[in-house]
Nanobody, 126 residues
Framework: QVQLVESGGGVVQAGDSLRLSCSTS????????MAWFRQAPGKEREFVAAVRWSRVGSRTGDSVKGRFTISKDKNKNAIYLQMNSLKPEDTAVYYC???????????????????WGQGTQVTVSL
């Protein structure tokens, strides 16, 4: 039912910025939380950032804190990831995810993110 579509990835130089978008066209969309994850080749999936959908609250991973910012637009059924001061180590496929099940007040990193987008590639060169 829920289909998430990411966009905004690309190839940039270190120090540049990118803004990723994730949206769903589901008219009745609702979720406990929305999040961004990333996975680089040969590395485990890494939590990047998450935001509570209908409540105040967000969290960013330590590796991106101070550089990345997650935001939401409930009217557009969308979340965004503003990525500044990009580094080569940020190179990864970035995935959008939604959590619609489980305890509503779970920590943002503990939700079962049960819907996932297809991912968008971010490549940061020196």
């Amino acid at each position: 039912q829920v289909q998430l579509v990411e966009s905004g990835g690309g190839v940039v130089q270190a120090g540049d910025s990118l803004r990723l978008s994730c949206s769903t066209s589901e008219r009745t969309f609702s979720a406990h939380a929305m999040a961004w994850f990333r996975q680089a080749p040969g590395k485990e999936r890494e939590f990047v950032a998450a935001v509570r959908w209908s409540r105040v609250g967000s969290r960013t991973g330590d590796s991106v804190k101070g550089r990345f910012t997650i935001s939401k637009d409930k009217n557009k059924n969308a979340i965004y990831l503003q990525m500044n001061s990009l580094k080569p180590e940020d190179t990864a496929v970035y995935y959008c995810a939604a959590a619609t099940i489980g305890p509503w007040n779970s920590p943002l990193t503990d939700f079962n993110y049960n819907f996932w987008g297809q991912g968008t590639q971010v490549t940061v060169s020196l």
